[in-house]
């Protein structure tokens, strides 16, 4: 039995050694084959393969842009919520209602950002369509209407900035509003179809959801960042704004009684 166990062994060897010679052989004919066959092979290959090698070269650069963008994104948001705790803990409702602004936007680009890379990268070209639906439904539902509603005008009545602040952000929330009309139409049937899973027609729904274009999604939702970067500017500045005690004061006794300090000086000087 030990023998025949011994010879049976060496007998699969022998014919895993005759199988990769074979192989080799095939493959030695291969490369010397006609050099327009190999150019065909290497183009189907190429198409076959070309985006997974151009996601698996590309992650590594992705993940460090990523990561200084993630960096600088949490830390801005930890900043703004220890500003809006602060401010709670004071009742300061106009300060309070600046800073949800801020901590809106900020909460979408952190939410996107932590799903980017897998998004664009993985081997998983489930996963990949499956976040690039949750990006989609999360810019299709973002309302800065709602966000830079009543509460947020009374903060910007009650710190009085300059009329061309006014002026500003009244345009850059206009064009914003704009864009964003534009980028739901254009998102509207992955939102509806993939991910709210609207439609009984299942083929359908995988047919739509094999079809999505991660990179596309990611450029569309770009277009309302880029729209909505004209609006951080403006909302640093009506921060800085209202930082000056003289706001605390008038919210607490709920009048205007106090004057900014620094605003009677220039005029002085002036």
Do not use: C
């Amino acid at each position: 039995m030990h023998l025949e166990l011994e010879f049976t062994s060496a007998t699969h060897a022998t014919d895993m050694v005759m199988d990769e010679e074979e192989k080799l052989g095939g493959f030695k004919r291969f490369i010397s084959s006609d050099p327009e066959v190999m150019r065909r092979w290497w183009r189907i290959w190429g198409i076959r393969n070309g985006n997974a090698i151009g996601r698996w070269l590309s992650r590594r650069r992705i993940i460090r842009d990523t990561k200084v963008n993630t960096e600088a994104l949490v830390a801005a948001y930890e900043s703004l919520l220890y500003a809006y705790r602060e401010a709670e803990k004071m009742n300061l409702q106009h300060n309070m209602a600046v800073y949800r602004v801020g901590l809106y936007l900020l909460t979408v680009s952190r939410d996107i950002a932590s799903i980017k890379v897998d998004l664009l990268t993985s081997h998983d070209w489930w996963l990949r369509k499956l976040l690039a639906r949750n990006v989609a439904l999360m810019i299709y539902e973002v309302d800065m209407h709602k966000v830079t509603g009543t509460k947020f005008r009374a903060a910007i009545d009650f710190f009085s900035p300059s009329k061309k602040f006014k002026m500003d952000l009244e345009d850059a929330l206009s064009n914003l509003a704009s864009v964003h009309a534009d980028v739901k139409s254009k998102l509207a049937d992955i939102r509806n179809y993939t991910i709210a899973h609207r439609d009984a027609d299942a083929m359908k729904q995988h047919r739509l959801i094999r079809n999505i274009n991660e990179v596309e999604v990611i450029r569309i939702a770009g277009e309302f960042f880029s729209a909505a970067n004209p609006i951080v500017p403006l909302l640093v500045e009506l921060i800085r704004e209202s930082s000056g005690m003289h706001h605390p004061l008038n919210q607490y006794v709920g009048k205007k009684r106090f004057k900014n300090p620094n605003r009677k000086k220039s005029s002085a000087v002036r």
